[in-house]
């Protein structure tokens, strides 16, 4: 019996590009926020924004219930190494999206107290810019993690360095971000005040 005498509404495909996806469409985050990047990163998970849509729809309190570890602000000297054991306790495989400059540089906290760069401590896969970046960006980094979780290349290169992709993100396309059944999504703080949401 082949494929040929199968009815129609039998699916085939690799094992390999089935985990993918599945990987790709359940990234669980963990809560790490540190500073006011979190309250942009809290507001990424509400109604307008919907963070449900990519199936992250709870903020896993447990590290070894997350893949993935959002880190939203500055991490002081003190904070290094918890930061280090919560991704340490995450299941593999785990990704990192450094959020906002303080995250990734240090920011305007340029002292002893502030590690400059959190890639110092976890391998990051994506950087969000933004002081704060606002849950647009998130969302755009999220969804450029996606694309490189159902490619492979981040498992490929994590193998063979155990670094990071250290993937460094443009401003996104707003209008790509839009949720389904709206036209466009409206920035605060800009000039058109009252703007269609």
Not at 83 to 102: A, F, N
Not at 175 to 182: E, F, H, T, Y
Request: with cysteine; glycine share 10%; hydrophobic share 40%.
């Amino acid at each position: 019996m082949g494929l040929e005498e199968l009815n129609h509404n039998f699916l085939t495909g690799t094992v390999e590009n089935l985990v993918k996806w599945a990987r790709q469409n359940s990234v669980w985050p963990a809560t790490f926020g540190l500073a006011c990047c979190a309250i942009e990163m809290m507001s990424a998970g509400a109604a307008d924004f919907d963070l449900a849509r990519f199936g992250m729809e709870v903020f896993r309190a447990s590290p070894r219930q997350a893949d993935l570890m959002i880190v939203a602000g500055r991490v002081s000297q003190k904070m290094a190494p918890v930061l280090r054991q919560v991704y340490d306790q995450m299941m593999e495989p785990k990704w990192v999206i450094s959020m906002g400059v303080c995250a990734s540089t240090g920011g305007m906290f340029n002292n002893y107290a502030i590690v400059q760069g959190v890639d110092q401590i976890v391998p990051v896969d994506v950087y969000a810019p933004g002081c704060p970046p606002g849950p647009e960006t998130l969302m755009h980094a999220i969804l450029t993690l996606h694309s490189m979780i159902r490619s492979g290349e981040i498992t490929k290169r994590r193998e063979i360095s155990g670094r990071g992709a250290g993937l460094q993100l443009e401003a996104p396309e707003l209008s790509k971000l839009a949720s389904p059944g709206r036209s466009s999504v409206t920035i605060v703080g800009s000039s058109s005040a009252g703007g269609e949401r």
